[in-house]
């Protein structure tokens, strides 16, 4: 098996503020594996709280020789963290697989049968006029997500469900609230059709939830990483939000979504920002998800092409000439 490993970078078509950056560009890595005249192919994004993506790409290159040697999905569980180098490679494993095999990725995961899902459009931290502007603009979403920062909140939610009545919304404050302002805009926010508040709060201020009732679901985000954390989720979220750059890899997100379900927590699926390429195998865990937050190819200047479509709001399952 032969192993290629680049950074490939990405400009944003306009600067994507959340709480604690701005990000205008994605720095992606991807994997190509090699066998038999067939590649598999895998990405995925650096971010500021998990690895730096040339710390990514050196993890990987560590493990060549066992790579080339033939590494399955199963071994990378124990040999390397979660994280976005895992996540790389065991896309590319996933993709090459598919490939020899000649079937897609969701046949041999067992997942359900493919059908375009809806996808939350995200909307980053920004004015209040700017924010309304653009959720006007992407009106053929029927799911926003608003980001929001410790000054922001209620108001912000009331300007852009006035701009927008056939919408309903997903709020992302990624740990930016202290729990006074959670408690706050969970008392006004009852009637403006919010169907989740994402990270409220700072992920080691997790316990502080215990106290809190919410009629409106609270989903996990920087609080989870992997099965690791998942017995401590229950009983403080509703929800947990899996990315593949954080677990590791579609392998580890199929098992945490199966548990999450026995434990009796929603999934949702997330991306840090890709292109379609990243977006596919995170497509195929969105078959087993109550939330999809999908969106990031529509957010870059340009997307890789062939891409995924996305139509009246919905992902599309991937071509096989895009991934598994």
Known sequence: MQLTVEIDRWPLSRPFKIAYHTFTQRDLLRVE?????????????????LEPIETAQQRVLAMRDDIVTGITREDLLTRMPCGPARNALDCALWDLEAKMAGRRVWELAGLPEPEPKLTAYTIGVASTKEMVEEAKRMHEYPLLKLKVDGNSGFELLQAVAEARPDASFIIDANEGWRPEQLTSFIAAAGNLRVELIEQPLPHDDDDTLAGIQSPIPLAADESFHGLADLDRMAGLYDVINIK????????????AARAAREKGLGVMVGCNGGTSLGIAPAYCLSLLCDFVDLDSPLLLAHDRAPGIEYRDGHVSPPSAEIWG
């Open 33 to 49: 594996l090699r066998q038999d005249g067939l590649v598999g192919r895998g990405e995925a994004g650096g971010h500021p709280q």
């Open 244 to 255: 593949l750059d954080k677990i590791g890899g579609l392998t580890e997100a199929l098992m």
